[in-house]
C-alpha cells in the first residue's frame, strides 16, 4: 500500500487508478476486486450474474415508461454478480445521511475503495435531466480540507464531487430505484475468479429470464409486445410524444451505461469468453448468434432515430456527441456537452415537426426491426437452453 496523499484521509485514490466502464454495477465490481488483487472482466462479471434481459415498464402516473436489457434490479444482480465470484455480499442501508457517510470514510480509513449507490441527477459530471437512483460508483478517498471525494465512475477520469453532491445523490428519494444511501460489503479479499459451474448457473439464469419471464412484458415475450407497441405509439401517437419515446429508449438501450445495443455486446463478450473458459460446445455454437443478435439490436436502434431527415440525424448526432463529452469529462468538454444539453428541446420539437410523412415508412420499418430482434434471441436462447 502506496502512502498517503498530501491532504487526504485515504491511500485508495493512488492505488486504484482504473476509471470508466461499460455498465456501472459491473465497472464498479471489477475496479473494486482489481484492487484487491482479483482480475475479472466487466462482461464475465455481467454473465456470471445471469445478467441479459429484456423488461418495459409502462409510463405511470408518476414517471415515464422505462426500458432495460438487464436481468434483475439491485440488489438482485448485483448478489447474483458477487456470488459469481465467491463472494457473500452484504447490501448496506444506514438509517440516516451522517451514518451513511461516517461508514464510507471508515471504509477509506482502512484503505478500501467503497461501491456506493446515488441518483444521477445528482452528480454533476453527468449532467442528468432525470432521475435514477439505482447508479452504481466507486468512492476513493476524502479531501477534508476540501471537503470532498475522489470517485472512480463511468467517465475516464477521477471525478471530484462535494461532500453536499454526494449526500444528495445517495439520499435522493426520487423514483425509480430510490438508492437509500446504500453501499456494498463483502470481503472483497476472498473473490475468486468464476468457475464454469459459475458460468454455466449464469447463462440458465438468462435462460429463464427471457423464455420464462415472470412479468409479462419482460422476456421474449414482453421484447415481441414492445415492439408492436412502438408500431402503435409511431402511427397514432402525438408527434411530440413520439420522438420523446424514442429519444427516451435510445439513451436507454444505447446510451445509459448499457455497453451498447441494450447490454447485448456485453453478453456476447461474455459468451466469448465463457466458451473459452469452459470448452462447452453449447457456449461455442451461441457465439456467433449472440454477434447476430449484436447486428440485429444495431439496426434496430438505429431506427429508433433514423437518418432520414436532417432533424432526426441533427437530434441522434447531437446525443451521441453529448454522451461522449460527458464521459470524457474535462473542463471543455462539460462546457461543450451543456450546450449540447440545452439544444435538445428543440431538436426534438424539429424532429416531431417533420414525423408526420415518415410515420408509414417508421412503423413498417421499427416492426420488422424489433421482430428480427426477437427471432435472433430466440434462437440464440434455443441454443443456451443447452447449456
Known sequence: MTAHAVGRESPTAATLNRFGG????????????????????EPLLFGVAGGIGFMHMPKGPEGRAFVGGRNGPFPDFTRRMAAGVGLRLEVVLPPDPETAWEQVRGQLALGSP???????????????????????????????????????????APRTLSLDDLAAAR???HPPFPPRHAWLRADWAAA?????????????VSCAAMRNPVVPTFGLRGLAAYGAGLDHLVRRSPAEDVVTALCGAYVDFELAGTGGCGFRAMFADFLTEAATRTADQALERAVPLARGAVDAWHDFLALLLPSWTPAFTELRDTLNERDQRLLRGSTRDQDAAAALGARLPELRTAAAEGLDPLREQLSGQLRSAAQRVVK???????VLKEV
Open 114 to 156: 467503497v461501491i456506493v449507490y446515488g441518483d444521477l441527477f445528482h452528480l454533476p459530471y453527468y449532467q442528468a435531466t432525470r432521475h435514477f437512483g439505482a447508479h452504481a460508483f466507486v468512492v476513493l478517498d476524502h479531501d477534508p480540507d476540501a471537503g470532498t471525494v475522489t470517485v472512480s465512475d463511468r467517465c475516464v
Open 171 to 173: 439520499g435522493s428519494e
Open 22 to 41: 461499460a455498465h456501472c454495477e459491473t465497472a464498479a465490481l471489477h475496479k473494486v476486486l482489481a484492487h484487491h488483487g482479483t482480475e475479472v472482466s
Open 192 to 204: 475468486r475468479e468464476p468457475s464454469a459451474d459459475d458460468i454455466r448457473h449464469g447463462v440458465r
Open 376 to 382: 435472433a434471441e430466440e434462437t440464440l436462447f434455443d
